[in-house]
């Protein structure tokens, strides 16, 4: 084998690799586009409820005792 075919068969195994580590980083950041969607749906909504929670809790002034008081 020549020293010029060597030199080919080198740079596709180089190409190959870097081919599949572009697919394999391509798939991390679909999941981790995935992952950031849910997350920020789950944020939303966990505000929203805090929200709705603040309102209905009264200053504790205004709360009535426990009936053990």
């Known amino acids: 084998m020549s020293d010029t075919e060597q030199r080919f068969i080198n740079i596709e195994m180089a190409l190959s690799n870097l081919e599949r580590m572009v697919e394999d980083l391509n798939e991390v950041i679909i999941r981790q586009g995935r992952d950031i969607a849910f997350l920020q749906k789950q944020n939303r909504y966990l505000t929203e ?10 200053p504790e002034e ?5 009936p053990h008081y």
């Open 49 to 58: 409820a805090l929200r709705n929670t603040q309102s209905t809790v009264k």
């Open 62 to 66: 205004e709360e009535t005792p426990p």
